[in-house]
């Protein structure tokens, strides 16, 4: 059975030390395993070739065979640059900032050699231009560097906007406050389920003050949902109506931490608090065409479907998405017939 000290997960001083998993973890800058970043590298040394091509080209049609010259030179090396990328990423990521900047332009000099090799074997007559090749390779390269250096930096302080939005939201006292009324209440006439609220209250707790991965199953996500929809299933009773719909095939399924339960907080919120009958949840996962689909369905009152909000937290949840799988991810929300419908798809492997 879990421990049910909810105080237990809170710090006994400001000076206590995190443990070792709790430390602030370095940016994994070289993670170039993503089909959105291998699809802009391409594009971009392509742009980079085609505008050479202009120099040394008299006509269109000169220009496109000089293109397609270099690509067959240029296009195995950017695809061998990303993939050494990818496969050292965990490597590079334990060097200081500089010794990765040098690291990948020696990564961009070789390939540019081995591009220049590649064509100097199509036409052997031609003199191999191998100090440019290393040269050009080396710019090209820093330029991937210092884009996946500004992803990488980009993708730290939204997580951590968004921890801090979720620390805050589990600590409202509104809500706390309720949860350990409702708790108060079960003591004496249910004393085991109201152990079994202190246990979620408590789960939660540990999720918004541990630091957590940049990544978490959808089954977990699903577990912590789970946890918070039992808690506030106390609180209103039948006037939440919660329906579950969900695929095995789709728990290992990765996302960003703490980035489903908000979600369904926010239905809570919008859905069942404002209605005196309440309002019916559906939570479905299902897998489809090699992605894990996630939809989350709330009938909304009159006058909220009617109110229209900022948004802000809809577009950390679509931002920390983009961060972690790029273009391979979807995410979309709206008010439809009465109901307010969230959909997230989500690569599998």
């Not at 949860?179 to 249910?190: H, P, W």
């Given at each position: 059975?879990?421990?049910?000290?909810?105080?237990?997960?809170?710090?006994?001083?400001?000076?206590?030390?995190?443990?070792?998993?709790?430390?602030?973890?370095?940016?994994?800058?070289?993670?170039?395993?993503?089909?959105?970043v291998?699809?802009?590298?391409?594009?971009?040394?392509?742009?980079v070739?085609?505008?050479?091509?202009?120099?040394?080209?008299?006509?269109?049609?000169?220009?496109?065979?000089?293109?397609?010259?270099?690509?067959?030179?240029?296009?195995?090396?950017?695809?061998?640059?990303?993939?050494?990328?990818?496969?050292?990423?965990?490597?590079?990521?334990?060097?200081p900032?500089?010794?990765?900047?040098?690291?990948?332009?020696?990564?961009?000099?070789l390939?540019?050699?081995?591009?220049?090799?590649?064509?100097?074997?199509?036409?052997?007559?031609?003199?191999?231009?191998?100090?440019?090749s290393?040269?050009?390779?080396?710019?090209?390269?820093?330029?991937?560097?210092?884009?996946?250096?500004?992803?990488?930096?980009?993708?730290?302080?939204?997580?951590?906007?968004?921890r801090?939005?979720?620390?805050?939201?589990?600590?409202?006292?509104?809500?706390?406050?309720?949860?350990?009324?409702?708790?108060?209440?079960?003591?004496?006439?249910?004393?085991?389920?109201?152990?079994a609220?202190?246990?979620?209250?408590?789960?939660?707790?540990?999720?918004?003050?541990?630091?957590?991965?940049g990544?978490?199953?959808?089954?977990?996500?699903?577990?912590?949902?789970?946890?918070?929809?039992?808690?506030?299933?106390?609180?209103?009773?039948?006037?939440?109506?919660?329906n579950?719909?969900?695929?095995?095939?789709?728990?290992?399924?990765?996302?960003?931490?703490?980035?489903?339960?908000p979600?369904?907080e926010?239905?809570?919120?919008?859905?069942?608090?404002?209605?005196?009958?309440?309002?019916?949840?559906?939570?479905?996962?299902?897998?489809?065409?090699?992605q894990a689909?996630?939809?989350?369905?709330?009938?909304?009152?009159?006058?909220?479907?009617?109110?229209?909000?900022?948004?802000?937290?809809?577009?950390?949840?679509?931002?920390?998405?983009?961060?972690?799988?790029?273009?391979?991810?979807?995410f979309?929300?709206?008010?439809?017939?009465?109901?307010?419908?969230?959909?997230?798809?989500?690569?599998?492997?």
């Amino acid at each position: 059975m879990k421990n049910p000290e909810i105080l237990s997960v809170l710090p006994e001083s400001p000076d206590a030390v995190l443990p070792a998993h709790d430390m602030p973890r370095q940016a994994l800058v070289f993670d170039a395993c993503h089909a959105g970043v291998v699809l802009r590298a391409v594009l971009f040394v392509e742009l980079v070739l085609g505008a050479g091509a202009l120099f040394d080209a008299g006509t269109p049609l000169d220009w496109l065979v000089q293109v397609a010259f270099l690509t067959g030179g240029a296009l195995p090396a950017t695809l061998a640059w990303l993939i050494a990328a990818c496969s050292l990423k965990k490597i590079l990521a334990r060097l200081p900032e500089r010794a990765q900047w040098v690291c990948g332009m020696a990564l961009g000099a070789l390939a540019g050699l081995y591009a220049c090799a590649m064509l100097a074997l199509v036409e052997p007559e031609r003199a191999a231009p191998w100090f440019a090749s290393a040269a050009a390779g080396a710019l090209l390269s820093a330029a991937l560097v210092g884009a996946l250096m500004m992803r990488a930096r980009g993708r730290t302080p939204a997580a951590t906007t968004a921890r801090l939005a979720e620390l805050q939201s589990r600590i409202r006292p509104h809500f706390l406050f309720n949860t350990l009324n409702s708790a108060i209440a079960l003591v004496r006439a249910e004393p085991a389920r109201a152990e079994a609220l202190l246990e979620d209250l408590s789960e939660l707790f540990r999720h918004a003050l541990v630091e957590q991965d940049g990544a978490a199953t959808l089954g977990e996500e699903i577990a912590l949902a789970q946890r918070y929809l039992d808690i506030e299933q106390v609180r209103f009773g039948p006037r939440l109506r919660v329906n579950w719909s969900l695929d095995p095939a789709a728990v290992g399924a990765r996302l960003p931490p703490l980035l489903l339960q908000p979600l369904v907080e926010n239905a809570v919120k919008h859905g069942v608090e404002p209605s005196a009958t309440g309002s019916e949840l559906r939570i479905a996962t299902r897998v489809r065409n090699g992605q894990a689909i996630v939809d989350i369905t709330n009938t909304l009152p009159v006058a909220t479907a009617q109110r229209r909000g900022h948004g802000i937290a809809l577009r950390n949840v679509r931002d920390r998405l983009h961060l972690l799988h790029d273009v391979q991810c979807e995410f979309a929300a709206g008010t439809r017939d009465g109901l307010y419908h969230v959909r997230i798809a989500l690569p599998l492997a």
